[in-house]
């Protein structure tokens, strides 16, 4: 088997799929309400969203394992994405930070999640990113508290049923 991998967002992925130009997508739970009737969407998990942080950042240095005031933590610079990485960000700032009620200093701006690291692990930025992110890239979590908000996203996997292989329908049933 050959597995190839192509980004893209959710309404494309999910017109792929319906298109049998993809056997999977991986989207939110929010961007099924674009999704075609005869797909079939099998959870996966949720995640988080987190404000993440390199070891270089001073508030790293300064409050290692305690909890950081929102205030402080909105006088830093904020690294984020261009684009939504979820349909269910369309409407709030593209990460899913609530600017209407906390703003931030958002300094950079990039999609690319290999500059958002680097300008995390020189101490420039934070950033709010899931939470399945910050282990693979070494970041850490700064915790923040007088902030009651959360974003949290539903995570899918989505196949068309009808076009499914053999394979495939055996891979969705070990998910269940």
Same mark, same amino acid.
């Given at each position: 088997? &050959?597995? $190839? %991998?192509?980004?893209?967002?959710?309404?494309?992925?999910?017109?792929?799929?319906?298109? +049998?130009?993809?056997?999977?997508?991986? =989207?939110?739970?929010?961007?099924?309400? %674009?999704? @075609?009737?005869?797909?079939?969407?099998?959870?996966? *998990?949720?995640?988080?969203?987190?404000?993440? $942080?390199?070891?270089?950042?001073?508030?790293?240095?300064? +409050? &290692?394992?305690?909890?950081?005031? $929102?205030?402080? =933590? /909105?006088?830093? !610079?904020?690294?984020?994405?261009? +684009?939504?990485?979820? =349909?269910?960000?369309?409407?709030?700032? &593209? @990460? *899913?930070?609530? @600017? !209407?009620?906390?703003?931030?200093?958002?300094?950079?701006?990039?999609?690319? %999640?290999?500059?958002?690291?680097?300008?995390? @692990?020189? *101490? /420039?930025? /934070?950033? %709010?990113?899931?939470?399945?992110?910050?282990?693979?890239?070494?970041?850490?979590? /700064?915790?923040?508290?007088?902030?009651?908000?959360?974003?949290?996203?539903? $995570?899918?996997?989505?196949? +068309?049923?009808?076009?499914?292989?053999?394979?495939?329908?055996?891979?969705?049933?070990?998910?269940?």
């Amino acid at each position: 088997a &050959s597995l $190839i %991998y192509a980004q893209s967002d959710e309404r494309a992925a999910l017109a792929a799929v319906s298109r +049998n130009e993809a056997e999977f997508a991986l =989207v939110t739970e929010t961007a099924m309400r %674009y999704a @075609d009737t005869r797909l079939f969407k099998q959870s996966l *998990g949720s995640t988080e969203f987190k404000v993440a $942080i390199g070891q270089q950042h001073r508030l790293f240095k300064a +409050n &290692s394992k305690k909890i950081t005031p $929102i205030e402080t =933590v /909105l006088e830093q !610079d904020f690294v984020t994405p261009l +684009n939504p990485l979820f =349909v269910g960000l369309e409407q709030a700032a &593209s @990460d *899913g930070w609530r @600017d !209407d009620i906390f703003e931030r200093k958002i300094r950079y701006r990039s999609d690319d %999640y290999l500059l958002m690291k680097h300008l995390l @692990d020189a *101490g /420039l930025a /934070l950033a %709010y990113i899931p939470d399945f992110l910050l282990k693979p890239l070494g970041l850490h979590v /700064l915790t923040i508290g007088g902030c009651p908000y959360r974003c949290t996203q539903e $995570i899918l996997l989505v196949h +068309n049923p009808s076009a499914a292989s053999g394979w495939m329908q055996r891979m969705v049933a070990d998910i269940k």
